[in-house]
């Protein structure tokens, strides 16, 4: 689709409708922007959408994302192609601003290879629950086969920590839990 927009550059979106069952990966990515070059967003409707396809998204400077995300970066992207969602802007923000951070590179749709000053690289997984349980670490891990987390850093500032029954979780699948400010605080001198 051609979108004409009042204050913005007019924009280019291909729409994606999956079946039951489908996921959009990294391969369907490719295919479907050699069919229709100069795409700067790809909205898949469900929103089934590896974390491969993400990662590839951001190496070829395009959009990959649900229909919500959509709506957004037509109101508030002068280039919607750049868009991030709002708990990834956070993330990266808070992250690119740590002095022992180098750069970031994206991993999965919340995932990231930190490279850091004087120490080894990191892959987190962050999520952004309130209320982090066993089960959601089950499916985070789960979800993210292939990428080993380094740990998961819970993003939301209003969480205040973890179960008794998460951590225990955390600690039979060998993955640190960590709260973002105190990631943050021990980002360079943690995880070698």
Known sequence: MEITRD???????????????????AGSLDAVLTDVPDTGFVVVVPTAITHAAYERAEE??????????LIDALHYDEDIAQHVDSQEQYERRRLIRN???KSLKRKGHHAYEIQRRELRPLTVVTTNDYEFTADRLYRLLESYEGINPDLIVVTNPNSRGFSTDSLQAATRAGIPLVLFNNFLDDLGTKWT
Do not use: H, N, Q, T
Request: some cysteine; glycine content about 18%; overall charge negative.
């Open 60 to 69: 070829l400077g395009v959009c990959v994302a649900g229909f919500g995300e």
């Open 99 to 101: 002095r022992a951070v």
């Open 7 to 25: 204050s913005y550059p007019d924009a280019r979106v291909l729409c994606i409708g999956l079946g039951k069952g489908e996921l959009f990966d």
